[in-house]
Nanobody
Framework: QVQLVESGGGLVQAGDPLRLSCEVS????????MGWFRQAPGKEREFVAC????????WYGDSVKGRFTISREYAKNKVSLQMKNLKPEDTGVYFC??????????????????WGQGTQITVSS
């Protein structure tokens, strides 16, 4: 059974960096398109970033471009989201998601069948 477990959330101040990790167990990481989504209170879940199976191509939501970087750590079977210059509007629950083993990169949450439990990020102003 494939499981995704996020870690690294917390309370930070505006302008701080933070790194999230998502560990995949039960199958090798390169079987999946990996994505990050987030959900702020009272809002719908939104796409943050995704990465191709070989790690060569990445996509970002407009609100995080230039500040967030998604990457794969194949040896650890993890995908990371490095965030810099965090803003209060980045506050929310961040979810790791996996799509595969078929299908290409997608910004649509319905295309991802596997989800982690989420990790909370709160950015204070």
């Amino acid at each position: 059974q494939v499981q995704l477990v996020e870690s690294g959330g917390g309370l930070v101040q505006a302008g701080d960096p933070l790194r999230l990790s998502c560990e995949v167990s039960g199958r090798t990481l390169n079987a999946y398109i990996m994505g990050w989504f987030r959900q702020a209170p009272g809002k719908e879940r939104e796409f943050v970033a995704c990465i191709s199976r070989d790690g060569s191509v990445t996509w970002y939501g407009d609100s995080v471009k230039g500040r967030f970087t998604i990457s794969r750590e194949y040896a650890k079977n993890k995908v990371s989201l490095q965030m810099k210059n965090l803003k209060p509007e980045d506050t929310g629950v961040y979810f790791c998601a996996a799509r595969g083993p078929v299908g290409g990169p997608s910004t649509l949450q319905d295309d991802y069948a596997l989800w982690g439990q989420g990790t909370q990020i709160t950015v204070s102003s």
